[in-house]
């Protein structure tokens, strides 16, 4: 049975089983492949996705349990003011090493941001816990979201 999905703000309608993981949605069905596949158990951060603003791991959370909210990828999240000074800081402050944990990372930080313009230290460790960089980028990450919160 087909099930209709609001993505990046086009409404989408994909034939899958309800209990597909929405990362797999996103990344085979759609072809949205800024979305990464880590760990699959929502421990590293690098399938994180927004879902109605709020950031969630897409690699178990069920396609079925999406209903009507909004899904905002890392293709889109720069058309968000949050997003957009995050994308903007984390070039700016050269974050990126490798870089596949890195839509993740933003993913976390935008939301952050947008629900807090003004992140202390402990708000920044809160958010990102649990993004797990194997470049250990944590203190430009930091410098970045510090970054976007002034710009």
């Known amino acids: ?28 069905v759609l072809g949205l492949t800024g979305t990464k596949f880590g760990c699959g158990i929502a421990q590293c951060g690098a399938c994180t996705v927004h879902l109605d603003g709020l950031p969630v791991r897409s690699c178990v ?7 009507s909210r909004a899904v905002t990828t890392i293709e889109a999240v720069g058309q968000t003011s949050a997003g957009a000074k995050a ?7 050269e974050v990126i090493q490798c870089g596949y944990c ?11 941001l947008a629900h807090n ?19 250990h980028t944590y203190p430009r990450i930091r410098r970045a979201i510090k970054l976007a919160a002034k710009s």
């Open 87 to 93: 994308q903007k800081a984390w070039l700016a402050v």
């Open 117 to 135: 313009s003004s992140p202390s230290d402990a708000d920044i460790d809160a958010a990102m816990a649990g993004n797990i960089c194997r470049c």
């Open 102 to 112: 890195q839509s993740g990372q933003i993913m976390s930080a935008s939301a952050l």
């Open 61 to 67: 959370l069920p396609v079925g349990n999406v209903g």
């Open 1 to 28: 049975m087909p099930i209709t999905l609001s993505v990046n703000g086009q409404t989408q309608s994909v034939d899958v089983p309800s209990d597909m993981p929405l990362l797999w949605v996103l990344r085979d």
